[in-house]
């Protein structure tokens, strides 16, 4: 459905460069990157809004690269809405169905039928001013899927509302991406909602993309360090790495050796992720190839789950659930046992 290809724009101040994307038909495609990272602008290009300096972008295989923004079949959705102050709930979202010249009884059943799904039809005689930040963004999410795009773009759609509209929000997204169908492309730097609503996840940083993959192998295997410190990775280590000859890796941070079953060699970062590691009182025996004896150092209490840091030479972070703590009474200084597999190390 859309191909960007080696895309380039320089804005003097900033530029994106050689962007190279691949969004499938009907996919649900996060672009996740903290604040000036070139999100919007990427937006922008894909809605012709700007005119890159090199590179293509392709829509339905069919090249859009200079096409004004009404010919490429696109919606847009801002942080800030963006709505018609001088125009009702409804006149807002039959507006692209106006200038289509459609005719007006199907304007009227499209209008019932998308603000239905919105749970906004009683708001239809209402002005934007008069609005909560969640039925404005409810109002503009409408007003771009009623003309059926192709590709919705959103650009932090979700960002200045408050947890439960948000909450919410995501969820009615969901039905109506399951409903409609529409390939999205939304940008935000909140990971809850990248992990709720993502088929796929692109990470950005300074106009180029860094990771892109599924939650799973964006969270859990990280591409670089600026991915592992971005998306919140507990336990990234500095080593050197060497191959065993056994199908392992040996990573020596110069206080302990790691086994992972990635191969390396040389300069590198590794990460385990907490819930990941198991933790007793005693030694047991286990396949595990990573066995560490040490001592807790911290101890943080996040509600469901407990957040401790184990020095086992190096300072390790492991989840445990609030029950798992209180049986094994755990406190500062006491002395315990962790293990984690070869295969649970990430070696980049």
């Known amino acids: 459905m859309i191909r960007i290809d080696k895309l380039f724009k320089d804005w003097k101040e900033f530029k994106l460069d050689d962007i190279c994307l691949e969004v499938e038909d009907g996919e649900y495609f996060v672009i996740l990157g903290p604040s000036g990272s070139g999100k919007t602008m990427l937006l922008e290009l894909l809605a012709g809004i700007w005119y890159p300096d090199g590179g293509e972008i392709y829509l339905n295989q069919k090249e859009v690269t200079t096409l004004p923004p009404e010919k490429r079949g696109v919606g847009f959705v801002y942080q800030n809405y963006m709505l018609f102050p001088h125009k009702t709930v409804y006149e807002n979202i039959a507006f692209g169905l106006n200038v289509r010249k459609i005719d007006r009884k199907e304007i009227k059943n499209r209008v019932a039928e998308i603000m239905e799904i919105f749970g906004i039809a009683h708001l239809k005689e209402r002005m934007p001013r008069t609005l909560s930040g969640g039925e404005q963004q409810r109002t503009a999410l409408a007003r771009a899927l009623i003309i059926r795009p192709q590709i919705l773009l959103m650009d932090e759609p979700l960002g200045s509302l408050d947890k439960k509209t948000r909450d919410d929000l995501i969820q009615e997204l969901k039905e109506v991406h399951k409903r409609f169908k529409t390939t999205i492309i939304h940008v935000t730097h909140n990971f809850d909602e990248a992990i709720a609503l993502a088929d796929r996840i692109a990470i950005m940083k300074n106009g180029r993309i860094s990771q892109v993959g599924n939650s799973t192998e964006i969270f859990r295997r990280p591409a670089d360090m600026f991915v592992a410190d971005f998306v919140g990775v507990e336990n990234i280590l500095a080593g050197t790495a060497k191959k065993d000859g056994k199908r392992l890796t040996n990573v020596y941070t110069g206080n302990i050796t ?91």
């Open 258 to 348: 790691i086994f992972s079953t990635e191969p390396m060699e040389g300069p590198v970062h590794i990460t385990i992720r907490p819930e990941d590691i198991i933790l007793s009182c005693v030694k047991v025996e286990t396949s595990a190839r990573n066995v560490f004896n040490g001592k807790i150092v911290e101890i943080l209490d996040t509600g469901a789950i407990i957040r401790l840091t184990v020095d086992v030479g190096e300072p390790i972070v492991v989840f445990l659930t609030r029950q798992s703590f209180l049986e094994m009474e755990l406190n500062i200084g006491k002395s315990v046992w962790m293990y984690f597999k070869a295969t649970a190390v990430h070696v980049f």
